[in-house]
């Protein structure tokens, strides 16, 4: 057993017992960890409101070394996520990441640059950044941090380097675009516009550190392909990605 301190976002609450919840957090410095917070549902128990759904939270955990759950004996709030507050949108849009982040992350593994991505994207839903395109820099930047980048530049077979012209045959279950000799051998093969697979390119650019504004002629295209595209990492729908489309209705009206 050691005793931790770190930084965490709230990704999930379950009720445990008729005082106690189980909390899901993304943690700064120890990945994602499940934890028991005993006493969180009493009217005044010590966690006092700070487990809300991607509330920012210091927080105090003992880890236990064998099966049993770690404990959450101290959370302190930093920021609430107030995306309710702003619009359904915004609201939503918090949501996807949260459910993104559980479906993706492993317990334990540590990964301080998803933690960070997923303060930077927080705060973009939280003010004023742009949802839907906040939404697709998160999805490419973790996907990127994951090892899961789709292939943008060369071909996902034989490796040799394409030039982006007109429609390029993308391999949703091979990872990225194939030249015309290696197509034949992929299944899920989408046709995506040379300009779609450059932005794809900007966006999961490790030293792209904010949302860029997508434009509406480019977004449906994105959207699309990402949205097969993680479904085929993750081997399931993520819930939320039913919802992308009424997020992005008010962002672009043409
Ligand atoms: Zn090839």
Do not use: W
Request: glycine share 6%.
């Amino acid at each position: 057993m050691s005793t931790e301190q770190t930084t965490a976002i709230v990704l999930r609450t379950v009720e445990f017992s008729e005082t106690s919840l189980i909390v899901t957090l993304l943690t700064k410095d120890l990945g994602q960890v499940s934890a028991i917070a005993k006493g969180a549902r009493r009217p005044k128990g010590p966690f006092e409101g700070s487990l809300d759904l991607l509330a920012v939270c210091r927080v105090v955990i003992i880890r236990k070394n064998n099966d049993s759950l770690d404990i959450l004996t101290e959370a302190k709030l930093h920021r609430r996520f107030r995306g309710a507050d702003r619009s359904l949108e915004r609201l939503y849009g918090g949501y996807y990441v949260a459910e993104m982040l559980r479906l993706l992350l492993d317990d334990h593994a540590d990964h301080p640059d998803v933690y960070d991505l997923t303060i930077k994207v927080l705060q973009q839903l939280d003010g004023t950044g742009p949802v839907a395109s906040s939404l697709a820099f998160f999805d490419l930047q973790i996907l990127r941090m994951l090892g899961h980048a789709p292939s943008t530049e060369s071909c996902i077979d034989c490796g040799t380097s394409l030039s982006l012209e007109a429609r390029i045959p993308f391999a949703i279950e091979g990872g990225g675009i194939v030249c015309r000799s290696c197509r034949s051998r992929q299944r899920s093969i989408v046709m995506v516009r040379a300009e779609t697979m450059r932005l794809i390119n900007v966006i999961q650019n490790p030293n792209l550190d904010a949302p860029i504004p997508i434009s509406n002629n480019h977004y449906g295209e994105l959207r699309s392909v990402l949205n097969r595209y993680i479904q085929n990492v993750l081997g399931r729908l993520p819930r939320m990605q039913a919802f992308l489309p009424m997020i992005a209705k008010n962002e672009f009206i043409a």
